[in-house]
């Protein structure tokens, strides 16, 4: 055997050794009723040519390798954001093991989850029963103080009601009636996971301050709420909080999940850790507004912030890149009457002064990017201030004002006077994309390497690298971490791209003798 315990391999490059390789092939000729890999490689190259991006383009009653999650696992991350809550989802077990180890490769942490498990029976008489015992065991084991509940895909076919369920629960005595539920129903086969956030944040809202308007007045507490949004980079969480803090403003951080998906490791587990406490959620009403960081992702909370909050719920863009942080700090200060501190302008001096020491690199470089629709933006235009060519910009969740906005952002520039964007498509568009018109680079979550995988299959002059920027990040450690907001932020993004660029300038040009004119030690 290959494996022996003085000398243990990993799969790599345990499977490359001949036992194994007979093993395979002996597998592959027996059961895999493969293909003739000459046929294979004919099909391979047609989907790289322009006659099947047309085909490809065409479709419409299929979705391949979504560019999106569903709505349950967004709202599973809003109810984690909130003091000692435990996310409930009401509905199949097997979803919430995907939502449970989705968010662990991503944050390479525990998720606390739970299901009410339905299974045949629920789908035929209504998951009541089950939603009964699972609060009931759930607050009994796991000790929360608040359980947010949103529904997979199961019990909205059947059409289950949450209000009614939960109520029904509570004047029956499986639970106390005093014991906070927030719900939100969260059907999958609509939106996507930044919907779902929305729609559960909404829950939040409704179950803290719907029926408790009478005492609230705008501005009394002097406070400005932040509202983060489908948020992966645990790192914007705390450059809010600094932003903020050296600006001297008092605010509140609706939902911030940054403790409990990065506990450290001192012997003890943690359930819960920090989070949005109930009080907060309740005084919000109090503030002087209500900003979103990802407004075209928080339309319903958004909304319920004007309507019944009453507060403006200012018009911001995500406070990505040099001048969008700018347009944030300057409308935090004209709202709260706080200056902008010197500690921040240095900062952004810093990253003024970057820019310039990059821009060599990066101007006319071409990316292709994927992603929700508000970092995608973001990015697009941090890229147009870098002098990068943003080519193809595909958001799979956004509707015909988005892409209006983003086609108005392009034309600002004349480094986005040839972006194409596109909408509603998914990574099997973008992977017909990437053969058609190749840029330098493409940024996008994980899911992207087996695009480049594919077009070096087609040969090296045609690879098109992957920069990792999004979520779910699953094969890199601890990018999660990292911040993409703010200075600090645009910081992070542009030493990611530049050194993205110089290593494949790198790569490209270390053949002895042959390209390594352009293989320097100072650049
Ligand atoms: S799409 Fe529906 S069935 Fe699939 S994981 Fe999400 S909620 Fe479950």
Known sequence: MSQTVEDIKPSY?????????????????RVEECYDPER???????TTTEEYQALNFQRQALTINPAKACQPLGAVLCALGFEKTLPYVHGS????????????????EPVACVSDSMTEDAAVFGGQKNMFEGLKNAKALYKPEMMAVSTTCMAEVIGDDLNAFINNAKQEGHIEPEFP???????????????????MFEGFQRYFTLNAMDDKAVGSNGKLNLVPGFETYLGNYRVIHRMLREMGVDYSLLCDPSEVLDTPADGKYRMYDGGTSQDEMKDAPNAIDTLFLQPWQSVKSRKFVKGTWRQPATDLKIPMGLAWTDAFLMQVSALTGKPIPASLTKERGRLVDMMTDSHAWLHGKKFALYGDADFVLGMTKFLLELGAEPTHVLVQH?????????????????YGWNTQTHIGKDLWH????????????????????????????????????????G?????????HRMTTLGYEGAMYLLTTLVNAVLDRLDEETREMGVTDYNYDLIR
């Open 13 to 29: 490059p345990l499977f490359r050794t001949d036992d194994y390789q007979e093993d395979l092939a002996k597998k592959r000729a």
């Open 40 to 46: 294979m490689e004919e099909v391979f190259q047609w």
């Open 93 to 108: 077990q097997g979803c919430v093991a995907y939502f449970r180890t989705y968010f662990n490769r991503h944050f390479k």
């Open 181 to 199: 539920i927030p719900f939100a129903h969260t059907p999958s086969f609509v939106g996507s996971h930044t919907t779902g956030w929305d729609n």
């Open 398 to 414: 956004a509707n015909k004002r988005y892409k209006k906005a983003l086609e108005q952002l392009c034309a600002e520039s004349p």
């Open 430 to 469: 973008f992977r017909s994309l990437m053969f058609t018109d190749k840029p330098d680079f493409m940024i996008g979550n994980s899911y992207g390497k087996f695009i480049q995988r594919d077009t070096l299959h087609k040969g090296k002059a045609h690879e098109v690298p992957l920069i990792r920027i």
């Open 471 to 479: 979520f779910p990040i699953f094969d890199r450690h601890h990018l």
